[in-house]
């Protein structure tokens, strides 16, 4: 297991920069979700995150580039729930709360087609409880990681609905639209302090509340953004090249041009904001509840002693500029 870390930085470093088209919460967001959730923890968990920091924020993409890069055909479920799949009416009462009775209600394909999140994000949590039990560092700080990336994913709207890009109501391209490029435009302004960890008493029951309160946002975001763009030209919508077609960022999806996503944002009234910062703090929360489950196990001697000396002023200072809702210490490209 102490490979771990070593194959999935391995794995990050060399495709990183030849992802294919991620429908989610961008690089730049993903990043953020999983640093601000370090920084939320209690110091005697919060210590031993950051010696791991890079690693914990580098390796929250690292799902995706299991699903696009490496093509793992178990990982694309994983990222969403289809709700509308398993009930035609969007309705939450009939559909398995824990893995194993879903297995008892759905076939193989069923799941396969209209996804897992929640079950998995049950499963990942199990593993990462056991994982602080056995104070195995390698996959503390790699499941963490990972769980980081599906909780973020159980915040965004449309990895909840079947309508996963507006392409059931004519608005294609809408995902990445929401999920990253508004991001990227104004997450600079966004203030994201979210109050320290708090313990989560029932597990399968919030990781079903995240994604019911992602999904019933879902029409409202999509019926602002049909209404704005209704009878508008292909110019007042998008970023159009030379050419004038719609221009498109390097992972394929249309890129919309600023007006048009300074209004959208501003009708959207915060919500994307909102949505990466409940992303922030409930990573934080199922990694201190898997830890309070574990029995609270010492981590500090996991470190070499100079290492956590070394970082703790860092550290010190990087909380208070989160409790600031600043997160530092973070560079990357933008997507669009």
């Known amino acids: 297991m102490k490979k771990i870390a070593l194959i999935a930085f391995l794995i990050l470093f060399s495709v990183l920069g030849n992802v294919p088209t991620l429908n989610a919460w961008g690089v730049w967001a993903h990043y953020r979700i999983n640093k601000g959730a370090l920084l939320c923890l209690p110091p005697e968990m919060g210590l031993f995150f950051y010696n791991h920091a890079d690693f914990i924020t580098q390796e929250s993409v690292i799902p995706d580039i299991r699903k696009h890069t490496l093509n793992d055909k178990a990982e694309g479920p994983r990222h969403y729930i289809d709700i509308e799949g398993y009930n035609a009416l969007g309705s939450f009462d009939e559909i398995p709360k824990t893995m194993v009775a879903a ?3 759905y076939n193989k394909d069923t799941m396969q087609k209209y996804g897992i999140l929640p079950w998995y994000l049950q499963d990942m949590m199990e593993k990462l409880t056991l994982a602080f039990k056995n104070k195995n560092k390698a996959e503390i700080i790699f499941l963490a990681a990972d769980l980081g990336h599906y909780i973020g994913y159980e915040h965004l709207p449309f990895h909840s609905t079947i309508n996963h890009d507006g392409q059931l109501t004519g608005q294609k391209g809408i995902h990445g639209f929401w999920e990253s490029q508004i991001p990227e435009v104004f997450g600079k302004n966004y203030h994201l302090y979210t109050d320290n960890a708090h313990y989560i008493e029932d597990i399968e029951k919030e990781s079903w509340t995240i994604v019911q309160n992602s999904f019933l946002l879902a029409p409202r975001l999509l019926s602002i953004e049909k209404e704005l763009r209704t009878n508008k030209p292909d110019e007042k919508i998008y970023k159009l090249d030379v050419n004038g077609n719609i221009s498109k960022n390097k992972y394929g999806n249309p890129i919309h041009n600023e007006e048009y996503t300074k209004v959208y944002n501003e009708l959207l009234n915060g919500m994307v904001e909102k949505q990466m910062k409940a992303a922030v703090a409930e990573t934080a929360n199922f990694w ?31 909380v208070q500029a989160w409790k600031a809702g600043k997160i530092r210490g973070i560079k990357t490209i933008n997507e669009y």
């Open 288 to 318: 201190f509840t898997a830890w309070v489950n574990a029995g609270k196990p010492d981590l500090n001697d996991l470190d070499i002693d100079y290492v956590t000396e070394r970082n703790k002023p860092i550290y010190d200072k990087e």
């Open 103 to 105: 297995i008892a209600k």
